[in-house]
């Protein structure tokens, strides 16, 4: 009896630290991360701590136990933040989060690149989707010696990005960002150099006429049309004529009417006073307006006015009286719509 008591004495507080032990267990290896919402990001810049990176991810209203997620640190070795972008889905263990932050597992991001008018715009754009600044890429759009390697300069370093949708890593660093986007334009160039020989331009050049007809016109089925007008007038040395060169000139993008006196300005982007296509593109085209150019109509059209419908479509002639009465038309309905 007295060795029972004694057994009993010992083996009670044992259970009790067992079935802790056992609970705790089962709770610290499955505690789980509460997101709102299905998931979230959270972003670890350079030389954080693992105490900011801890507070970074409660700033995102994600709810974890902070003792477990700092007791997964010490067994998985957690000591140095590694900069990243990463996504915490709703549910995940906060073994896995702290796993995945140990070992640098950040989740790329789709970056989208469309239609920027000018390299300030196009830093700015970018600036909020990775993790350098503005500053940074503007500077390396405009360091010639940087651009060399590309064989770009800074009049024609926008040329280099191609509008689409790409996997990069937020952290990515800016010279990093460029040789992914040389690398992704030398893939999109190299099926298309036998167009670039059959049309006789160089890419740069592809690219300024695709500027100019993306800022042309939203009418896909009008791309290439306006694409052969604008060739067949480079064939016979004769002016572009293209309004959307003025208003960049002028750095006047809001302009809805060219008038008489803003053709005088004094820019190699007057395209009404200079022949040849300006010096370098004026935004960024989209495929389409490139493979427009690339696939150019070919006709006899020199001429084209946009419809006084409003509709974004274009009168086209070889003409030149015909091209002035369907100017006329379209003046008319401009000043009928007080659009000056």
């Known amino acids: 009896m007295n060795y029972f008591k004694k057994n009993i004495a010992w083996i009670i507080p044992s259970?009790?630290?067992?079935?802790?032990?056992?609970?705790f267990s089962i709770y610290f290896f499955t505690a789980k991360v509460d997101v709102l919402g299905d998931k979230a990001y959270i972003y670890v810049y350079p030389n954080s701590t693992k105490q900011e990176v801890i507070e970074n991810i409660k700033k995102q209203d994600i709810v974890f136990n902070s003792f477990v997620f700092k007791a997964y640190s010490v067994l998985l070795n957690y000591d140095k933040a590694h900069t990243g972008r990463y996504e915490i889905r709703n549910g995940m263990s906060v073994g896995k989060m702290v796993n995945m932050l140990a070992k640098g597992r950040q989740?790329?991001?789709?970056?989208?690149?469309g239609k920027s008018r000018t390299k300030e715009e196009f830093a700015a754009k970018i600036d909020n989707e990775l993790a350098f600044s503005k500053q940074e890429l503007l500077a390396k759009l405009n360091d010639n010696a940087f651009l060399k390697q590309f064989g770009l300069d800074s009049s024609?370093?926008?040329?280099?990005?191609?509008?689409?949708?790409?996997?990069?890593?937020?952290?990515?660093?800016?010279?990093?960002?460029?040789?992914?986007?040389?690398?992704?334009?030398?893939?999109?160039?190299?099926?298309?150099?036998?167009?670039?020989?059959?049309?006789g331009f160089n890419k740069i050049e592809v690219m300024t006429i695709?500027?100019?007809?993306?800022?042309?016109?939203?009418?896909?089925?009008?791309?290439?049309?306006?694409?052969?007008?604008?060739?067949?007038?480079?064939?016979?040395?004769?002016?572009l004529q293209a309004d959307p060169t003025i208003k960049f000139a002028l750095n006047d993008?809001?302009?809805?009417?060219?008038?008489?006196?803003?053709?005088?300005?004094?820019?190699?982007?007057?395209?009404?006073?200079?022949?040849?296509?300006?010096?370098?593109?004026?935004?960024?085209?989209?495929?389409?307006?490139?493979?427009?150019?690339l696939n150019y109509s070919k006709h006899n059209y020199l001429f084209f006015c946009a419809k006084e419908d409003f509709s974004g479509n274009h009168n086209f002639t070889a003409d030149i009286n015909e091209h002035y009465n369907n100017a006329r038309k379209y003046q008319k309905a401009l000043d009928e719509n007080d659009i000056y």
Do not use: H
């Open 253 to 293: 993008f809001t302009i809805k009417r060219i008038t008489g006196n803003m053709l005088g300005v004094d820019s190699p982007f007057n395209t009404y006073r200079r022949t040849g296509l300006p010096p370098y593109p004026i935004c960024i085209p989209s495929i389409s307006s490139i493979e427009a150019v």
């Open 156 to 199: 024609t370093s926008i040329s280099l990005f191609i509008p689409n949708t790409y996997e990069v890593y937020w952290d990515i660093s800016v010279g990093n960002f460029f040789k992914r986007m040389n690398k992704e334009q030398d893939i999109f160039w190299k099926k298309r150099l036998g167009k670039l020989s059959e049309i």
């Open 107 to 113: 989740t790329p991001l789709r970056l989208v690149i």
């Open 210 to 239: 695709a500027s100019i007809v993306e800022e042309e016109t939203n009418q896909e089925a009008e791309k290439p049309i306006i694409a052969g007008v604008y060739i067949n007038r480079l064939k016979i040395n004769m002016p």
């Open 15 to 23: 259970l009790i630290v067992i079935v802790f032990v056992v609970f």
